[in-house]
């Protein structure tokens, strides 16, 4: 059970480049979550995926688009980088009320 | 909309001692989650404790528990017997019940533990 995966750990893009992060997960989970980790701000919800073939907005979406492939693969889009999507990202998932479980991040950087 | 607040941005503990870091949240829901998530300088988010709200008694995992007041939307972590490896910022989340278990998290406290 590699639990939740993401790729990449690490990008640099420039300023109006797109970029697709990737994001799995294998223990057959309905819930997929995007968030950004902000300095000082905690973890705010971009979008998330309550089911295959459902997505929703969360808290910060502006700016990016998702997909949900299938029940393993939620992935999250940045159409034209900005410097203020600098920032930590990281994807989750779970099923109804279990615990939700957390990958080990994405750090971009925009330049 | 939740929110989660708090309000101790950094905090220090000596080793061997007992620290507790504060949480409130702001909620019309009756029926809810609240967690306290770890999070070391590896990035990785490592769920500390989770707690009900129907659930009167407080959760404890081992060092680890709550001090969950309803009435007051307080729900604070103590960590006894502090180690070095605590050392790390500890987020409060909540969650609604509903089928997209969408987590608010407040800013974060830094803990650091000394010798």
Same mark, same amino acid.
């Given at each position: 059970n590699a639990g939740v995966t993401q790729t990449p750990k690490f990008q640099v893009l420039k300023t109006g480049q797109s970029m697709t992060l990737q994001c799995a997960q294998?223990?057959?989970?309905n819930s997929m979550y995007w968030y950004r980790q902000d300095p000082g701000m905690g973890l705010r919800l971009i979008y998330y995926s309550a089911s295959e073939g459902t997505t929703d907005k969360g808290e910060v979406p502006n700016g990016y688009n998702v997909s949900r492939l299938n029940k393993r693969e939620f992935s999250l889009r940045l159409e034209s980088a900005a410097p203020s999507q600098t920032s930590v990202y990281f994807c989750a998932s779970n099923q109804h009320r279990e615990r939700v479980l957390f990958g080990p991040g994405t750090r971009l950087t925009v330049t | 909309a939740q929110t989660v607040t708090q309000s101790q941005p950094e905090m220090s503990v000596q080793e061997a001692e007992t620290v507790t870091l504060s949480c409130t949240y702001d909620t019309s829901e009756s029926d809810y989650y609240l967690f306290w998530y770890k999070q070391p300088p590896s990035r990785q988010m490592i769920l500390v404790i989770r707690q009900e709200a129907y659930k009167q008694q407080n959760a404890t995992e081992n060092r680890f528990s709550v001090n969950f007041q309803k009435a007051a939307k307080s729900f604070s972590l103590k960590i006894s017997d502090s180690q070095l490896g605590d050392a790390a910022m500890y987020f409060c989340a909540y969650r609604d =019940?509903? =089928?997209?278990s969408k987590l608010t998290f407040g800013t974060g406290t830094r803990l650091q533990v000394t010798l």
């Open positions: 294998d223990m057959n989970h | =019940t509903g =089928t997209a």
